[in-house]
């Protein structure tokens, strides 16, 4: 008998912004993966599982045995197919043994919130990683979402988009926490940006429009 491993996007976090079909092969798992935070919020006591932490390669190893006997479902926050653990479990895997369901991205949430569409905007992340400078830099009418981290975070990617020719005066929006009840979104100038603190992990939108 041939098993799978669902890959199921939990959105940014509150269960309101979780799909059913991803409630769904949650329910039904019988090994549940994710971070500590999604384990505490959607695992039961009767389900094996495993904390995704900064070990991948021991991840993908507990998944390679688990899956030999049954079906696996691995949590990813936001879209799987945006910056989540789907990368190396295809190149682990491959596509073939995958079933991915998709979730509501951080990013989508954010652009929802300050009321504003994406479809024109270059999305790219600064989480665990740095954004080319070519594809940073300023052009006239250009919007971009960032995924951020405690190193790269919206003070650090303010400071960089001025000196890349961005106008100070631009207006960014840092999205925090998303869809739990301590949400919090600022809207502020890129000058203003440079010199916040916090808002670490968070989505940051910035627009010349
Ligand atoms: C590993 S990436 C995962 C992105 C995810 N696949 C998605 O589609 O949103 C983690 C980053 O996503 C962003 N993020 C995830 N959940 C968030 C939330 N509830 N509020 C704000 N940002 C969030 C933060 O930038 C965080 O550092």
């Known amino acids: 008998m041939e098993y799978y491993i669902?890959?199921?996007?939990?959105?940014?976090?509150?269960?309101?912004?979780?799909?059913?079909?991803?409630?769904?092969?949650?329910?039904?798992?019988?090994?549940?993966?994710?971070?500590?935070?999604?384990?505490?919020?959607?695992?039961?006591k009767d389900q094996k599982s495993y904390v995704i932490g900064s070990d991948i390669e021991g991840v993908l190893a507990y998944i390679e045995k688990a899956v030999a006997a049954e079906d696996v479902v691995?949590?990813?926050?936001?879209?799987?197919?945006?910056?989540?653990?789907?990368?190396?479990?295809?190149?682990?895997?491959?596509?073939?043994?995958?079933?991915v369901i998709p979730g509501i991205s951080s990013v989508q949430l954010a652009f929802a919130r300050i009321g504003r569409f994406w479809q024109d905007a270059l999305l790219l992340s600064m989480h665990g990683r740095r954004a080319d400078d070519g594809a940073l830099a300023f052009q006239p009418g250009k919007?971009?979402?960032?995924?951020?981290?405690?190193?790269?975070n919206p003070a650090f990617i303010a400071e960089l988009l001025i000196k890349l020719g961005w106008p100070?005066?631009?207006?960014?929006?840092?999205?925090?926490n998303l869809s739990y009840d301590n949400e919090n979104i600022?809207?502020?100038?890129?000058?203003?940006?440079?010199?916040?603190?916090?808002?670490?992990?968070?989505?940051?939108?910035?627009?010349?429009?």
């Open 186 to 209: 600022a809207a502020l100038t890129l000058e203003e940006g440079s010199k916040v603190t916090g808002f670490h992990h968070c989505v940051m939108v910035v627009s010349d429009e």
């Open 6 to 44: 669902t890959v199921a996007g939990i959105g940014p976090g509150s269960p309101d912004y979780l799909l059913p079909a991803a409630s769904k092969a949650i329910a039904n798992a019988s090994v549940l993966i994710g971070s500590r935070r999604a384990l505490t919020a959607f695992s039961r």
């Open 168 to 176: 100070p005066a631009t207006q960014c929006w840092l999205c925090e």
């Open 143 to 152: 919007k971009m979402g960032f995924l951020t981290d405690g190193k790269h």
């Open 74 to 99: 691995v949590m990813v926050s936001g879209d799987p197919g945006f910056y989540s653990l789907l990368a190396a479990l295809k190149d682990r895997f491959g596509s073939a043994k995958l079933k």
